[in-house]
C-alpha cells in the first residue's frame, strides 16, 4: 500500500472526527467506542491526538 494513501486516509478520518465532534460530541465518542468510524483509534493516536479524549 502507497504510504501517501494511507497518511491521506488518516487526514480524512480525522476531519471526520472533528465534523462529529463540532456537531455532536457525545455521538462522536459513541461512534468511535463502537468502532463506526474506521481507523479512528489510530488517526487519533497518531495523527490527530487533540481528539484523544475521545478514546477514553
Known amino acids: 500500500m502507497d504510504p501517501a494513501a494511507i497518511a ?3 487526514h480524512e478520518t480525522c476531519d471526520r472526527i472533528g ?3 463540532r456537531t455532536d460530541r457525545k455521538a462522536a465518542i459513541s461512534a468511535i467506542q ?3 468510524i474506521s481507523g479512528a483509534r489510530d ?3 497518531h495523527l ?3 481528539y484523544k479524549s ?3
Do not use: H, K, N, Q
Open 34 to 36: 463502537a468502532g463506526e
Open 43 to 45: 488517526a487519533i493516536t
Open 8 to 10: 491521506e486516509s488518516g
Open 19 to 21: 465534523f462529529f465532534v
Open 48 to 50: 490527530c491526538p487533540e
Open 54 to 56: 475521545l478514546l477514553t
